[in-house]
């Protein structure tokens, strides 16, 4: 098995982890295509710096369609191509060494005097974890190093998250990182990390490591209901483990504990659900009618995609609205999604103006995705800005119920994930559901809507944009069934609608598009 900069860099913090994928290989991957499609975007994102590269700092000779770690043979060639390059006094882009069972990718090799090579590295975020690349660089080096190699320098690049596709410079799409400090910070380390994946390598059992937990090996040996279950508690569960300690329901309840681990644990213990009705009933004290609930499906890529967008920018491309105007009505529902591959903002904005009410709550969970889309598509289209400040403020986040344990069923295994309290509180799951999470969801509109793995006929991209109609709505009115049950276990009610609408208005409104669907300007056609 290779031995990546990614295990050099998890070997100090994970080796258990390491240890798994080097002995039992990779995990079975439940979504190869989403894996297919960030590569696909991974590998936009490499051309666009090696383009960068070219025309910034220095020609470069692209070797990246040449390599494949499945073919060891060939890749020797390879090798020899880029040393080939480089004494030419070429750039070498996507060239890879390798030194024993040790593998490096460097992204750029620049020939210096003196047979000295600079390396330039890329990072695809805009914010790069600077430990992380440190690591990565300084294995890279080492294996450079054995090959022959003297490394002058290290540069890291990563994408300028202002960068704004159409308005700034092409030339500013990255931005140097100083990481002299990092390397210089863990350049001790090298030869230890890598003798400790040596000797994990030759180990026929897993490392003891109590404060990391694996998955793939400790559910086996670990009871059903584990210490490491405990939500944001990983340092008390090593505690426990060090102490014999193995059920998550024996953890002591001393003095320290926070008020959510002693929920969690006596919740465990009783096996029955704690409910604080008084916060409850604080929580839906904040809530007005009409009650609303959105939830956006969205696209990210490192290379922006459009005209106003930024490297990485959230682009919502689908919502699902869920509307209650009175206690006792039934939900309208409102669907937009956008079926072409030009930019979703502006028509989605249209559908939010048409159909997000002037007055009321809309429910959210985890508030962060959809607060920032709403800021996000305000900044970057002025005209729609007012309305997304007048919106914002009246973001309700439903994950704060679950966050601060108002209410908690030990079913939920620490979990507080929408998809896993929807399942424990209101019995609503989505394994029957073709689209079974934002990954997929993600993944497969990209593939019909952006072709991202080939041509798509019509009839198959018409069956996927339904599937994810269905999947966005069961996010976005699942919200208001786990309101109905927050409003059973704490006997609070929510407060009047909005002044200026009155019962018999929202009745009228109710009758007028009872249990069918309304289509925000036509968003199951074409666009």
């Known amino acids: 098995m290779l031995i990546t900069s990614s295990d050099f860099a998890r070997v100090a913090y994970a080796p258990k982890a390491v ?42 000779r692209d070797l990246t369609p040449l390599f494949d770690l499945s073919w060891p043979e060939a890749n020797d060639c390879y090798e020899s191509i880029a040393r080939e390059a480089l004494g030419n006094g070429e750039a070498v882009l996507g060239s890879h060494f390798r030194s024993g069972d040790c593998v490096a990718a460097p992204d750029v090799l620049v020939p210096e005097s003196g047979g000295r090579v600079r390396l330039l590295l890329v990072d695809c975020t805009t914010e790069p ?40 410079d092409r030339s500013e799409l990255f931005q140097e990182i100083n990481l002299a400090e990092k390397v210089a910070h863990y350049e001790p380390e090298v030869s230890g990390r890598l003798e400790q994946l040596e ?18 090996i400790d559910d086996a040996a670990l009871p059903q209901a584990h210490v490491f279950l405990l939500k944001n508690g990983w340092k008390r569960a090593a505690k426990a483990l060090a102490a014999g300690i193995t059920e998550l329901k024996d953890i002591p309840l001393d003095d320290t504990i926070r008020d959510n681990h002693r929920i969690q644990i006596q919740s465990t213990r ?30 990210s890529t490192p290379v922006p995609m459009f005209e106003r967008s930024r490297p990485h920018q959230t682009i919502p491309v689908q919502f699902s609205l869920h509307t209650r105007e009175a206690a006792g009505q039934e939900l309208v529902r409102c669907h937009f999604i956008h079926r072409a591959p030009s930019d979703p ?31 996000e598509l305000g900044r970057d289209f002025p005209e729609f800005k007012d309305f997304s400040d007048r919106v914002v403020p009246r973001l309700v986040d439903l994950y704060a119920v679950f966050r601060g344990f108002m209410m908690y069923d030990p079913a939920q295994q620490g979990k507080t994930r929408f998809k896993k309290v929807l399942d424990c509180f209101a019995g609503r799951s989505y394994e029957g559901l073709e689209i079974k999470n934002g990954e997929m969801a993600t993944y497969e509109y990209q593939r019909v809507t952006h072709e991202t793995m080939g041509p798509v006929a019509q009839e198959e991209r018409d069956t996927v944009y339904r599937r994810l109609e269905i999947y966005c709505d069961q996010d976005s009115w699942g919200q208001h069934e786990l309101v109905d049950v927050i409003l059973q276990l704490s006997g609070a009610r929510i407060g009047l609608p909005a002044k200026g609408l009155s019962l018999d208005v929202a009745t009228a409104l109710q009758r007028a598009a009872p249990a069918r669907e309304l289509l925000a300007g036509g968003p199951t056609q074409s666009r």
Request: charged share 30%.
């Open 19 to 60: 240890w798994a994928r080097m002995t039992l290989g990779r995990e079975p991957d439940e979504n190869p295509g989403a894996r297919h499609t960030e590569r696909v975007r991974y590998n936009q994102a490499k051309e666009r710096f090696g383009e960068w590269v070219t025309n910034e700092l220095v020609g470069a």
């Open 270 to 299: 009783s096996g029955h659900r704690h409910i604080d009705t008084e916060r409850l009933s604080e929580f839906i004290g904040r809530l007005r009618y009409p009650l609303q609930s959105l939830d956006f499906e969205t696209i």
């Open 345 to 375: 903002r502006p028509d989605l904005i249209q559908a939010l103006r048409k159909n997000l009410r002037p007055e009321g709550s809309i429910l959210v969970y985890s508030k962060g995705c959809e607060e920032n889309v709403l800021k």
């Open 129 to 168: 974890n600077k430990d992380r690349c440190a690591l990565k660089a300084l294995f890279t080096r080492s294996v450079l190093e054995k090959n022959g190699f003297t490394v002058s320098g290290i540069r890291l690049f990563g994408f300028n998250a202002s960068y704004v596709e159409g308005e700034s």
């Open 199 to 216: 000797a994990l390598k030759h180990q026929t059992e897993p490392p003891v490591r109590l404060d990391e937990y694996c998955p793939r």
